[in-house]
Structure formats: structure tokens, C-alpha cells
């Protein structure tokens, strides 16, 4: 078995971790709102990429990767972003939250 | 319908990033050790909580929060815990990514 070590991004970058349960059936356009808005994001100079896991009935969480802060306004500023984040709070989460964070070194591992 | 802005932990404080694709078939003691994982992680002084989510057959995402690098330093040097990373890498995971960083802020949203 061969270990690799790797960085995922070359610090330092941000991290976006945004933690959210959804409403009970609060679903509405989820779905296609979530579609437009990973195209979206990938229009921002600086958006490194994103990952994205939820527990069926439990927590979900979405980790956005980007070079730096100004990314990020870019982004939060997006005005078609912001109409959803409201569509958000008024039909699809019970909760969320969202940590703003530098990362200050990275390493992962690959099978071989 | 009320909204109440709120912050997940007072910044500055630590989190870190665990992403990992499960390796197909290689479950073994997995269940037993995260259980175990998460007795000992609560008694690193500093630790403030962490926050899960797996997509079934696909990514997950755990987030542990930190007061500060020397309470994520102790986490780290467990040996516990560094016999269950080696544990991983020989059997569950066929790849995972470690991001630690620095939260700079957060915010969230409940239903009231």
C-alpha cells in the first residue's frame, strides 16, 4: 500500500464551512437552486472548489474553499446568492451556521 | 417568523477539516473506534465540538472545533488516536484531506 501525502490547496486559503439542517418537508426548489448557485460560485476569481456531505434526515455540511477574503465578498455579495440565502432562511433550513476560517496547513492521504 | 443571528463559538478558535471517501467493504471496527474516538476527543481541554455528515456511498465531513493550536496539538499526539489514523490508512478510508484554519468569524440563523 502506497501513502501520499498531498495539500489539497497551497495555504493559505479560506475555508467557508457552512453546517445547516434542513426544514422537514421544506423542499421546494432546493435542488435547482443548488444547481444554479455551484454554477454560480465557480464564476468567482478566487472560488477553489467545494465539498459537500449530508446525513439523510440529519446534519448537512458544505465546505467552500477560496484563495482569499475578497473571494469570499465576492461571492456573498452576489446578489442572485443572497436572494437564495433569504429563500434559504424562510423555506429550506431549520438552522445553519457558517465559520469563516484561514487554513494554515493542509495534508491528506490517496490509496495508492 | 424569527430569525436570531447567532455565533457557533466566541472567534478566535480552531477548525479542522476532516474530508474522506470510505474505502468499499473495509468497515471492520469502524463504528467501535469512532464511538471511542469521540469519549476521548471530549476530554482534550479546549475542545469546543464538532459537527458530522456523510452522503451514503460517498463523502464525508467531520468538523472538530478548537479553542487554539496547543488543545488541537494534544488531540493530534494522542496515541489513541494516532493508532486509529494508522487504522484508516491501512483500512477505511481510500482517501481523506485534513484542513486546519483559523476562524475569523461565524454567524447562523435559527428558526424561532
Same mark, same amino acid.
Not at 6 to 28: C, I, K, L, N
Given at each position: 500500500?502506497?501513502?501520499?501525502?498531498?495539500? /489539497?490547496? *497551497?495555504?493559505?486559503?479560506?475555508?467557508?464551512?457552512?453546517? +445547516? $439542517?434542513?426544514? *422537514?418537508?421544506?423542499?421546494?426548489?432546493?435542488?435547482?437552486? /443548488?444547481?444554479?448557485?455551484?454554477?454560480?460560485?465557480?464564476?468567482?476569481?478566487?472560488?477553489?472548489?467545494?465539498?459537500?456531505?449530508?446525513?439523510?434526515?440529519?446534519?448537512?455540511?458544505?465546505?467552500?474553499?477560496?484563495?482569499?477574503?475578497? /473571494?469570499?465578498? $465576492?461571492? #456573498?455579495?452576489?446578489a442572485?446568492?443572497?436572494v437564495? #440565502? #433569504? #429563500?434559504?432562511?424562510?423555506?429550506?433550513?431549520? +438552522?445553519?451556521?457558517v465559520?469563516v476560517?484561514? $487554513?494554515?496547513?493542509?495534508?491528506?492521504?490517496?490509496?495508492?
Amino acid at each position: 500500500m502506497d501513502i501520499k501525502p498531498f495539500a /489539497a490547496h *497551497e495555504p493559505p486559503y479560506y475555508a467557508v464551512v457552512f453546517t +445547516s $439542517v434542513r426544514r *422537514e418537508g421544506g423542499v421546494g426548489e432546493y435542488g435547482e437552486a /443548488a444547481a444554479r448557485m455551484e454554477e454560480l460560485v465557480k464564476e468567482v476569481p478566487g472560488f477553489l472548489g467545494y465539498e459537500s456531505a449530508r446525513t439523510p434526515g440529519g446534519l448537512g455540511i458544505t465546505v467552500g474553499y477560496f484563495r482569499d477574503e475578497e /473571494a469570499i465578498g $465576492v461571492w #456573498q455579495r452576489n446578489a442572485e446568492h443572497r436572494v437564495v #440565502q #433569504q #429563500q434559504g432562511r424562510e423555506e429550506w433550513y431549520d +438552522s445553519y451556521s457558517v465559520h469563516v476560517a484561514k $487554513v494554515e496547513r493542509s495534508y491528506g492521504f490517496e490509496r495508492g
